[in-house]
């Protein structure tokens, strides 16, 4: 038996308990909800984790390397969800060719013109709050782009990005309901021509969190609540007991001021999610190996292999050198993305398993 | 042939001139200093690279995993230049049975005795700004553990953190002189006890970019200098022009204020060290295949895989889909540590090679 105290650090660890917990939770919603479920595995990357997480088959991703290693995996209804560069419709058609039923995203007749005459299906994005990308639901060029697509059009789709800013269950339910309005008025006005628009699509873990009423809705793609991490805790998406992945790393070092551990910038990655929340976690909240936090001892500042562990109230923290520490990430897609692989660990002891992640584009 | 045009994007682009030149700016740096060079293999982590710059063979590493892949390739002479825990001691023991002179910092007791009694040689980490790891010149654990290493003790290092905040070459070689003070008083200080002390090491591309007098050091250990970046630029320490590393994006998208491109925090990293300065460049500098600057465009946003391109002063940015740009990083070796490969391009246009880079601990 490999046991947490052996293991190499920085490395990454998932608890299998909090990560099917979290996994049940989200179904069940989709259930109530009367919607299918496609997770989003941009977070996971992960076919152990995909296994789990979608009991329908259909996936969704944010890179063809994605795509390329669900696909081998057994995966084949694969929507591609970051707006396609013509430069990489061969890797489509390649894909496609293998039998992957590899789905993409347009947002302009130029790509929808070109997605059309080689045959790959594909979805509208609608922009549902002025975030990012995609068109506005009552924009003439949704209509042009659906007419281009023809039996090609799969559905709408949208991402409510901004519904992590929103602080209540109350505000992010009325961006699930700005989330639904938006792509189900999109598909509507499609219809109305004669188009065929199947699908209609959701996202976000803190839209599908608080939905209430996803009438018109066809299916939901959040990806984050798998693992959860602070910023979700934070806003109240979740529990902190709900956090499935976390970096273990060790004490390497003592400062008048906190003590040094062994991850930094490379292993915890830079995202400061929880700096625009009224309680800054820093670079992750430092915990012991059963992931309990240790007072409100946060890595307060990093290098590229340094982190240095600090109390915004109380006294230094100090431990010996060589002491092991758990350290939950403010935002689990970037910090889960600096590793190659995750340690499943049990009960904070026995490593029973190592997961492969699939990195790259 | 390959072309820039038929790469995948995003991926991350070298430019072998721009190296090489900032290769032998520091090669002749330290040839006018009077002391070796070990270069910081930590932002360039690739075999190819490491041969242009490690002269002497010395090289220093960040993480274990660097030093077996260094191993692996030909380079013995290894300085691991991050505290070691000490669940990390059977791997270093297993590279130097197979011939590796790796190298280990410590700046504890504890930690001296267990190296002392592995017979594995080590070096004192030693605060020269009191900013993240090490022990002041004048602290009697220098010589305690000096004592305790005898024959083992490698010499002396630090690393000048504060220097990326000094703005001018004077304030620069301010922090040289801080750096070089620090690591020749402790030595001086252990060899008063009649114990040798080797090296006495330097760090810090800003530092060694400006010292004026190394006398008494015997090596320094910069390591950005190789790619350069925006910081570095911004500060001062270089031009724009010899920026060596890029991310090369594909336009996927248009907003009213700007355009996507298909490279977020995952291609360009999370990391905003130009917010500090007086021009803050986002998440990096958009330019053309040649790398010359796009006016005033910075990626301004970033989600997981998607970047916002805007202008700060000017009117909003547009290219057309599928277009390609080149985006400049701020932190060389944190964008890098991005990528598992390096294209290696020819003047804007010809793709010659592939680096790999070591990732992982």
């Known amino acids: 038996m490999t046991t947490v105290h052996e293991l190499p650090t920085p ?20 259930v109530d909800l009367g919607v299918a479920l496609r997770p989003h595995m941009k977070t996971a990357k992960s076919i152990e984790v995909a296994r789990l997480a979608a009991p329908d088959g259909g996936i969704t991703v944010s890179t063809l390397a994605e795509a390329e290693y669900f696909s081998a995996h057994g995966f084949e209804d694969i929507l ?36 059309a005459a080689r045959g790959i299906p594909a979805w509208i994005e609608i922009d549902a709050d002025g975030r990012r990308a995609g068109l506005e639901p009552e924009d003439l060029e949704v209509l042009r782009i659906a007419e281009l697509l023809g039996g090609s059009l799969r559905g709408v789709m949208t991402h409510h990005g901004l519904s992590y800013a929103a ?23 499609i219809r109305s021509l004669g188009i065929p628009c199947p699908a209609v699509s959701v996202g976000s873990t803190p839209t599908a969190s608080a939905a209430t009423d996803l009438s018109g809705v066809t299916e939901m793609r959040p990806g984050v609540y798998m693992f959860m991490d602070l910023y979700q805790a934070a806003i109240g998406v979740c529990d ?24 930094g910038a490379l292993a915890l990655s830079l995202d400061r999610s929880t700096s ?5 976690l820093g670079y992750g909240k430092v915990c012991d190996l059963d992931a309990v936090p240790l007072h409100d001892w946060v890595v307060d500042s990093v290098t590229q292999e340094h982190g240095v562990v600090r109390s915004p109230e109380g006294p230094p923290p100090s431990l010996p050198e060589g002491a092991m520490v758990r350290v939950l990430p403010n935002h689990a897609c970037i910090t889960a993305a ?19 992640r699939v990195g790259g584009w």
């Open 80 to 115: 591609y969800a970051v707006g396609i560069a013509p430069g990489k419709f061969d890797r489509v058609e390649m894909l496609r060719s293998r039998g992957a039923d590899l789905q993409v995203v347009v947002e302009s007749a130029g790509a929808a013109r070109q997605v």
């Open 11 to 30: 490395c990454l660890l998932l608890d299998p308990v909090r990560l099917e917990r979290n996994i049940e939770r989200m179904k069940r919603r989709a």
């Open 338 to 356: 600096c590793h190659a692989e995750y340690q499943v660990l049990h009960d904070g002891v026995e490593v029973t398993d190592r997961w492969g």
């Open 276 to 280: 625009r929340l009224p309680m800054d």
């Open 240 to 263: 902190e007991a709900d956090i499935a992945i976390s970096v273990l790393a060790s004490v390497i070092g003592h400062r008048a001021d906190g003590f040094l551990i062994d991850a």
């Open 167 to 189: 602080r209540t269950q109350v505000a992010r339910a009325e961006a699930a309901a700005e989330e639904r309005d938006a792509v189900v008025e999109a598909a509507r006005r």
